[in-house]
């Protein structure tokens, strides 16, 4: 993978989860950490926000 195409989290995520094991991934090249601490994109949260409500822990 080519993590420094990622635009956000989720774009990381999708990226990632395509691999049906760790050991199939491989990284292409260094790539900011900024990416990976940038959190979720607002319809994201809200929609996780949503889900808390219906399924309180």
Same mark, same amino acid.
């Given at each position: 993978?080519?993590?420094?195409? !990622?635009?956000?989290?989720? #774009? $990381?995520?999708?990226? +990632? #989860? &395509? !691999? /049906?094991? *760790?050991?199939? $991934? !491989? $990284?292409?090249?260094?790539? #900011? #950490?900024?990416? *990976?601490?940038?959190?979720? &994109?607002?319809?994201?949260? %809200? %929609? *996780?926000?949503? +889900?808390? @409500?219906?399924? /309180? @822990?």
């Amino acid at each position: 993978v080519d993590l420094t195409s !990622a635009r956000s989290l989720q #774009s $990381i995520y999708v990226m +990632l #989860s &395509q !691999a /049906p094991k *760790l050991r199939n $991934i !491989a $990284i292409l090249r260094w790539f #900011s #950490s900024k990416t *990976l601490n940038s959190g979720l &994109q607002g319809d994201t949260q %809200e %929609e *996780l926000k949503r +889900l808390g @409500c219906l399924f /309180p @822990c």
